[in-house]
Each structure stands twice: as C-alpha cells, then as structure tokens.
Nanobody, 115 residues
C-alpha cells in the first residue's frame, strides 16, 4: 500500500503561482510513475502531469509551458510548480502514484484561481 498526502493548495489571483507537494509513504520503493491530475466541477478528471522514476515527464496540453513537475526520490515527494495560473486551472488536484498496475490517489487539494 502507498499513502499520498498533498499540500500547497490555496486561493490565488490569475497570473499568480502556486507549488503543490505530494509526499508518499508506505511501500514507496515500488513506486514507478507519479503525477498530478485535476477535476473541475462538472468535468472529468484530467491529466496535469506525470513523471517517471527516471525523470521523464509528460504534460496535459492545457498546462504545457506553465506547469513543471519534479520529483525527489530521496524524499518520496513529487512537486507541481504552477505559474501563470488561469481561472480555468481552478480544480481539485489529485496526486497519483503507480505501483506495477495499481494506481494510488491522494485525497485531493483545492486550487482556486480568481480573475
């Protein structure tokens, strides 16, 4: 089992920045990919960014060039640096960890971007 705890969510004005963190505990040695997904009210959960244990990254089209995902394997933590935030970035952000074929999720953290 892997437990994920997100932090860093907040309210921010458009154009601002936030940094989300997600700390993993439990069977962390088996974690492959980690990432962030988000879900806005009335919408499906969507990919924000993922990062492999080797550092390869993938981003959703709507955040490319504005968000950066990084990972500290020694701390079992994944980060999401969000810049140039837009009101449409408002959502609950979920941390994700993949262990073999199993997906683990954090409880979610709210990000609100006001115009």
């Amino acid at each position: 089992q892997v437990q994920l705890v997100e932090s860093g969510g907040d309210w921010v004005q458009a154009g601002g920045s936030l940094r989300l963190s997600c700390a993993a505990s439990g069977r962390v040695s088996n974690i492959n990919d980690m990432g962030w997904y988000r879900q806005a009210p009335g919408k499906q959960r969507e990919l924000v960014a993922t990062i492999t244990s080797g550092g390869s990254t993938k981003y959703g089209d709507s955040v490319k060039g504005r968000f950066t995902i990084s990972r500290d394997n020694a701390k079992n933590t994944v980060y999401l640096e969000m810049n140039s935030l837009k009101p449409e970035d408002t959502a609950v952000y979920y941390c994700n960890a993949v262990v073999n074929v199993d997906y683990y999720w954090g409880q979610g953290i709210q990000v609100i971007v006001s115009s």
